[in-house]
């Protein structure tokens, strides 16, 4: 259970959860406010469900971008350095 590869599989596997999930949770939400209004108004506009997704999306980008680039500075870090480590054995 201790091989690297595994290792880093699984803390890819993570840390794509962890970057995705915010702004897919806010798409989600955004995509379900904009389908209740067009439902309620009846109205089938497709910039209408297009564009305020967008905007979410890059406010949740601007919002959280640094620490998303930070969480993969520092997964890089470790990966190389696990790299390094096994290559002096």
Known sequence: M???VVLAARDA????V???GPLLLAMLAIGL??????ALTQ??????????????????L???GPPMAEALRSYAERLFE???????R
């Open 62 to 64: 601007l919002l959280l």
């Open 2 to 4: 201790n091989d690297p």
């Open 43 to 60: 109205i089938n506009e497709a910039t209408l469900a297009f564009l305020p997704k967008l905007a979410a999306l890059g406010a949740a």
């Open 13 to 16: 596997l993570w840390l794509t």
């Open 82 to 88: 696990a790299a390094v480590a096994t290559g002096l």
């Open 18 to 20: 962890q970057l995705g």
């Open 33 to 38: 406010g904009v389908a209740l209004l067009q």
